[in-house]
């Protein structure tokens, strides 16, 4: 006779799997303080350094950047401004002032002469003078003489004239006969290398013009 068999052992599920515990909602932000919105800067980033916090110096340095290109784009405006002020100017003819004399002219003191080569009238070479805003050349002293002497090589008139018994500087003002001595009984003046002369005013020889020099 067979011995008894003992039933198969029942086998049990396993136990469910535990569900998750649901996440928790996330804290609130913090509000900060403002010394810390400060050093956050406008990256909104904390970073520590051994003496304080990045954030804050690179927002300053940023503030300091941005003010030095400002005050660089304004001198720079300034520049421009003076040139085209300078450019105007030039082209209305104040470019002539950086010489005291125009060409041809010669600088003697701070008055400007001109000495002409063609001959001409009393007259004419008064009008000549007359167009170049200058004058016949009026003497003032003997050292301004002096000067004519040397350039005198042609007996030039001046702006020396006889009206009645007494000369007259074609400016108005009075000839000074203790400074001045004029040889001759003419009308018009002109220069000799050593004197004064008068002469008739319709002779023709060359002319001096003077005026005052730029400054």
């Not at 003497?139 to 006889?162: A, D, M, N």
Request: proline share 11%; hydrophobic share 40%; with cysteine.
């Amino acid at each position: 006779m067979e011995p008894a068999r003992e039933p198969p052992a029942r086998v049990r599920p396993p136990p469910p799997a535990a569900r998750p515990a649901p996440a928790a909602a996330p804290a609130a932000p913090r509000p900060r303080s403002p010394a810390e919105a400060e050093a956050r800067g406008p990256e909104g980033l904390l970073r520590r350094s051994g003496s304080g916090y990045e954030g804050s110096t690179s927002w300053k340095a940023a503030l300091e950047d941005t003010t030095t290109r400002l005050l660089l784009g304004a001198i720079a405006v300034l520049l421009f401004a003076i040139l085209v002020v300078m450019s105007i100017l030039a082209s209305k003819g104040c470019i002539k002032c950086e010489a005291p004399c125009p060409e041809d002219w010669l600088l003697y003191g701070r008055t400007c002469y001109y000495f002409s080569e063609e001959p001409r009238d009393w007259n004419t070479g008064r009008q000549y003078c007359y167009s170049h805003e200058a004058a016949l050349a009026v003497i003032q002293s003997p050292k301004e003489l002096e000067f004519l002497f040397k350039f005198t090589r042609r007996e030039p008139w001046i702006g020396l004239r006889r009206v009645g018994d007494e000369f007259h500087w074609v400016n108005g003002e009075p000839f000074d006969p203790d400074t001045f001595s004029v040889a001759g009984l003419g009308e018009c003046v002109f220069v000799e290398p050593t004197r004064l002369v008068s002469t008739e005013c319709l002779m023709t020889r060359p002319w001096v013009c003077s005026k005052m020099a730029y400054t």
